[in-house]
């Protein structure tokens, strides 16, 4: 229905019918992602509540593997299970310690979604968003454009969590 609907506005809005040739095609029945890699806010205020909003993450799509990359520091407080989790050790200078390995765990995974939750542009995760991927979804900042092909605007709310559950419905 949302097809026809879309056609309906193209008609509307153009005088004359154009045939288009375009590779883009838009499927009824979606496919899911089959991996996702969700890095968590490294600031303490904004992990616990992206870890709080994300506490009922979709599991019952079986065929799709969550990776999540975490602060260690957080870890006591991360209560999502289901999937592989990949902590960030930091030192005292905020210098990822193992990021090498990190890179290493996940470099050969063709994630279809990466998602930076990452409120403000945070230069320390900057190679992990850099994996292949589909589609990169992050909020806007300056850096945005050259990171995310999908991106979330806050800056009107200026709340994280609104921005957590809308990237929730994406998934």
Do not use: W
């Amino acid at each position: 229905m949302a097809i026809k609907s879309i056609k309906k506005i193209f008609k509307k809005f153009s005088k004359n019918e154009v045939v288009i040739n375009s590779n883009i095609s838009i499927s009824n029945e979606p496919n899911e992602p089959k991996f996702i890699l969700m890095i968590f806010p490294i600031k303490k205020e904004f992990f616990r509540v992206a870890s709080y909003t994300y506490r009922n993450l979709p599991y019952n799509k079986n065929k799709t593997t969550f990776h999540y990359i975490i602060n260690d520091n957080y870890s006591d407080s991360f209560s999502l299970r289901k999937g592989e989790v990949h902590k960030i050790k930091l030192d005292k200078k905020m210098n990822i310690i193992n990021k090498d390995n990190l890179l290493n765990s996940i470099k050969n995974i063709d994630f279809d979604i990466i998602i930076d939750l990452n409120v403000e542009y945070e230069p320390l995760i900057h190679d992990f968003i850099s994996q292949n991927s589909n589609y990169k979804v992050g909020f806007k900042h300056k850096q945005s454009d050259l990171l995310y092909n999908v991106q979330l605007d806050i800056s009107k709310c200026g709340i994280a969590e609104k921005g957590y559950q809308q990237i929730l419905e994406l998934i």
